[in-house]
């Protein structure tokens, strides 16, 4: 469990703030289901947060509930390093009207190696992250850093 402001956050993996480019192709099986109007903007993407469980991209353009994805995170200063995995999306929440979306993603699959160079991308150590306002980091209502698993 994760404190975060006044708000106990009961996930069982800890997410890390990020900033990162990623591009996403849909898995075969939906890509003849969904179809982007404009497929080269429709694929570039942000990494906003990194767990062992998945991650969350900010959008502009609105992936239904359950559609596979293949989710190219790339390594910043390391071109030609990304990093592959394949993700089912479990939410897509509009953030504002421009559209500005995001989505939360369930890794599938996912090998050990592929993970770890996800981590590595996260500034943050595990057990803590960074508050989006003020940049500190989060801990637990007594100081101590947040803890980094429910159970």
């Not at 369930?106 to 090998?111: A, I, K, S």
């Amino acid at each position: 469990m994760v404190w975060e402001g006044k708000h106990l956050q009961t996930r069982q993996f800890v997410r890390r703030e990020v900033s990162i480019p990623a591009r996403i192709e849909l898995a075969s099986e939906h890509a003849d289901q969904i179809r982007f109007a404009y497929s080269d903007t429709a694929c570039r993407m942000t990494v906003v947060d990194i767990s062992e469980g998945g991650l969350a991209l900010r959008s502009e353009v609105y992936i239904p509930r359950n559609a596979r994805l293949i989710v190219r995170v790339s390594s910043p200063g390391q071109p030609g390093t990304d990093t592959v995995v394949t993700a089912i999306v479990r939410r897509c929440l509009l953030l504002d009207i421009r559209p500005s979306y995001l989505i939360g993603l369930q890794f599938l699959d996912v090998t050990g190696s592929e993970r770890d160079a996800l981590l590595k991308l996260a500034p943050c150590e595990p057990g803590t992250a960074p508050n989006r306002q003020t940049g500190s980091r989060r801990t637990s209502p007594s100081g101590a850093p947040g803890e980094s698993h429910a159970g």
